[in-house]
């Protein structure tokens, strides 16, 4: 079994992000960028597929410029088979990026495709449902659980009300939730062996898709700076600031 | 937040890999051990899984064969990211002595056990009280009895003997006055601290102003198979000396790792501290002393690399792993005095972990060698001054 696992490059989640001053867009200047943290599980979740034997190949995409070569390396280092990078400029929105993974799918043919639930940058939190309408195949978002089970995958699925097993036919795709697993630390002897794997450049063009804008961003601003808090001397004179002042009991 | 110089240095996707494993041990973990003074096993056990310890032991012997390039940027980077790699350190380069100068058997035995953590050699016993840093002077004594060496002395400031399995021990077997150099008769033998513990050796830890886990030795007719000699009887002193350019190298870039974790942190609390109104890091007496610590490290950084690339090439590098010692000692410690008077009444406070690197890399000055000792040695190979030792 192939199995496809998408990784996005993006800023770590150590930093802590600015805004432009024009407001355009936040500040990726000088900051240190790093693997999405639920792109990463998907790829632990895959090499642990392999390692069971259950997967034969893991092939890691990502979608950007050449400097997302640096975190197909890594996918590649936590023990991913070869990579693919699809060369793009400039932001892409999920709709095209589901596009083009699309692409990926048709040449590569993967029986399961594993995705991040979202980006930490955009927090979207639509690549992986997108491709699921634009391929007809079956989806399980926000696994805490994958489980293949002959020629169908059980995914348990972190909803609202708890969890949720569903039973889908093979080839299908996950998106990955924080629980599913907790991935390893690159070993140095992988590191090395890394950077001798495969990695093909295709453009959107060999895929047969054109990037286009849907979107525009207007305005990028930080959040409102919090208020400091006050104490209250007694239990009365707190009901009484929550009944008059912040208006949340009556 | 990391300055963005941050993995630009010589192997990029290393640095970025050891920064992600040293992020889940952050101040509280190392905090905690502190107040304990007790060993960071779990930081260890990672490292050691990962492989990186291994990272200088060629690959027919199970390790990443990498040059020492490498070992200097997994451990710049594990001193960056506010861990402290003196607790294992001597892992990556104390097998160098047997590497080097062991029999093909020993390096068999070893080697692999080594390189797969199975087996822990760093410990490494050299100093003793009453010699200093005058080694010639060393007066643990190993006297041949049938197929074993019985050994009497003592030893002290002998760092992780409670958490090896081996260790690499100087000893004299024969008085400083009986060979044509007092540096004549000393030999290496290799201790099983597995079996020695309670059969002749006893440890005795040193408590000290930071968490390193150092020891004195006392050994009573300790005896050790014959066939744990290393290389030849007599020679070990010039074994010993030559795993020292790379330990000297390694802590070198150790240093660096320190004074660019107190640079960081200087910057980033220099640009959010707000006092009179707005970030104190707008003042020049606060920003010049940073710029200042970041221009020194940055020089000695450049000779650190220097001499790892000579030693990597196999040319002379003692001079340069020297300097680079010294240099970046220093660098680190101005780095931290700076950090801490741009931290002001915060610098002191545990919970911000500066006062903590502080006192750790203090002791990069004094050990393994000490400042004045790199002078001397400067001072009469370099410039061919009398010499004063
Ligand atoms: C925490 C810690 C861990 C250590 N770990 C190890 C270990 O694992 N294994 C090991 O073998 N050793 C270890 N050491 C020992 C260390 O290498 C020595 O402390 C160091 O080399 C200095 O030797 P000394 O303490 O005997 O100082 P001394 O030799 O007594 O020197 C004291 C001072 O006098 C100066 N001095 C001495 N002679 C001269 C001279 N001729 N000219 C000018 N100045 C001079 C020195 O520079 C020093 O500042 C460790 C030490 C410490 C503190």
Known sequence: ?????????????????????????????????????????????????????????????????????????????????????????????????????????????????????????GDNNQTGQMLGALTNMAQGTFASEVAIDGDKVNVTREVDGGLQTVSLNLPAIVTTDLRLNEPRYASLPNIMKAKKKPLDVHTPADLGVEPKAHLTTLKVEPPAERQAGIMVESVEQLVDKLKNEAKVIS | MRSPSAFTGDYPEIREAVAQLCADFPGDYWRALDQERAYPTEFVQALTEAGYLSVLIPEQYGGAGLPLGAACAILEEIQRAGCNGGACHAQMYTMGTLLRHGSEQQKQRYLPAIASGELRLQAFGVTEPGSGTDTTRI??????????????????????????????????????????????????LLVDLREAVGQGLTIKPIRTMMNHATTELFFDDLRVPAENLVGEEGRGFRYILDGMNAERILIAAECIGDARYFVDRASSYAGDREVFGRPIGENQGVQFPIARAHVQTEAAAAIVQEAARRFDAGDDCGAQANMSKLLASEAAWAAGDTCIQTYGGFGFAEEYDIERKFRETRLYQVAPISTNLILSYVATHELGLPRSY
């Open chain 1, 1 to 121: 079994m192939k199995v496809l696992v998408a990784v996005k490059r993006v800023v770590d989640y150590n930093v802590k992000v600015r805004a432009k001053a024009d407001g355009s867009d936040v500040d990726l200047n000088n900051v240190k960028m790093a693997i999405n943290p639920f792109c990463e599980i998907a790829v632990e979740e895959a090499v642990r597929l392999k390692e069971a034997g259950t997967a034969t190949e893991v092939v890691a995409v990502s979608i950007g410029d050449k400097a997302c070569q640096e975190q197909i390396r890594t996918a590649l280092a936590l023990g991913a088979d070869r990579g693919i990078q699809v060369e793009t400029e400039g932001a892409v929105e999920p709709l095209v990026v589901a596009k083009l993974l699309k692409g990926v799918i048709e040449k590569e043919q993967p029986q399961l495709v594993i995705l991040g639930k979202q980006s930490i940058d």
């Open chain 2, 139 to 188: 007066r643990t004594r190993a006297e041949r009895d049938g197929d074993h060496y019985v050994i009497n002395g003592s030893k002290v400031w002998i760092s992780r003997t409670e958490h090896s399995d081996l260790m690499v021990l100087l000893v004299r077997t024969a008085p400083r006055d009986a060979g044509a150099k007092p540096s004549d008769g000393m030999s290496v």
